[in-house]
């Protein structure tokens, strides 16, 4: 008996020395793109950093814990695999706002893939456990280098739910709305009544609010779509509004995974709750047929679109800055 005993503590100290280490954002190593420091991962997509010196970007990357195999519910903050697979999509998604501000990147301690279909059975707890890095970081962010600076908070799917508990415990009827320019939270479902004093914008210049797309194939009426999605927020992100369809002759340009950027690739249409496209006009566009829908390319679809924007609506917060100063 003592020997098992002994064999149990030990498996105990090996699973405590294994178990996730706390997120310390002072640690410039807890930061995949660190404060106060140029990123190399977006420099090839930068050709106008005018808006560089003026405002922030905060960006949450996806769920990049998606091992079948790991019966975790979350992941080190200093996973290896983690880290790097959220090297690879930050530098495709994040690169869309890299224009647009400083950019601020927190690694986290993620939530697996499964917590979305189980909420009840862990799914939920693991989530607010990631979150509660998310807040951590941002926190740290607010205190130390923001300084009064206009905010874009950024993400996607699993970030673009931290990024909505973000906009409530942070902006939502509090004075830090004051410098939120826009949060943009693409795959990801949520009521455009979601907070009390941050609105669901639908004019492209517009500031202090949040806008959030879902992108679908043509078929778009599955059971995903309506359980999640039918009802809900949901803007152009080709026209940033409502409108019902935009030719592809308005679409600024897809990031494909080549590092080029195809313009004019596909016609947008917004239905109840979600986006759907026609077939991008990008090499090997026959694999596409074997997506259920485009969830996972919710920002590289529309890239160029999201960068423009972005752009606009800094310079939009800042004219209002100068008019507003001009007029006391």
């Not at 190593?29 to 420091?37: F, M, R, T, Y």
């Not at 369809?245 to 249409?269: M, P, Q, V, W």
């Not at 026959?286 to 310079?315: C, M, P």
């Amino acid at each position: 008996m003592r020997h098992l005993f002994l064999i149990c503590i030990f498996i105990l100290q090996q699973f405590t020395f294994n178990s996730q280490i706390p997120a310390d954002y002072s640690n410039l190593d807890h930061w995949l793109i660190a404060p106060g420091q140029t990123s190399t991962i977006h420099a090839q997509f930068i050709s106008d950093s005018s808006l560089i010196d003026y405002a922030d970007v905060f960006y949450v990357y996806p769920t990049v814990f998606l091992d079948k195999k790991n019966s975790d519910w979350t992941i080190s903050i200093d996973d290896k695999e983690q880290r790097d697979r959220a090297k690879n999509v930050t530098k495709f998604q994040a690169s869309a706002w890299s224009e647009s501000g400083r950019m601020f990147v927190p690694y986290y301690s993620q939530a697996h893939i499964r917590s979305y279909t189980n909420l009840e059975d862990g799914g939920k707890a693991a989530l607010l456990t990631a979150y509660q890095d998310v807040k951590k970081a941002f926190q740290y962010y607010l205190e130390h280098y923001n300084k009064g600076r206009p905010i874009i908070l950024a993400g996607h799917s699993q970030g673009s739910t931290h990024v909505m508990l973000l906009l409530k415990d942070f902006f939502d009827e509090k004075p830090l709305q004051k410098q939120l320019v826009c949060a943009y939270l693409p795959g990801f479902s949520i009521m455009e009544d979601e907070f009390k004093t941050i609105p669901l914008l639908t004019i492209s210049n517009q500031t202090g609010g949040f806008v959030t797309w879902n992108t679908f194939k043509r078929r778009y009426k599955t059971k995903k779509y309506k359980d999640w999605y039918k009802g809900k927020a949901c803007i152009n992100p080709v026209t940033w509004d409502k409108s019902n369809f935009a030719t592809r002759k308005k679409h600024r340009g897809f990031l494909f995974s080549n590092e080029t950027i195809y313009e004019n690739s596909f016609n947008t249409h917004l239905v109840d709750g979600a986006i759907w496209i026609t077939t991008p006009k990008v090499p090997f566009r026959s694999l596409s047929i074997t997506l259920k829908d485009y969830h996972i390319g919710d920002v590289n679809l529309f890239w160029k679109d999201i960068q423009y924007n972005a752009a606009e609506r800094v310079n939009s917060f800042r004219e209002k800055g100068i008019e507003n100063a001009m007029n006391k």
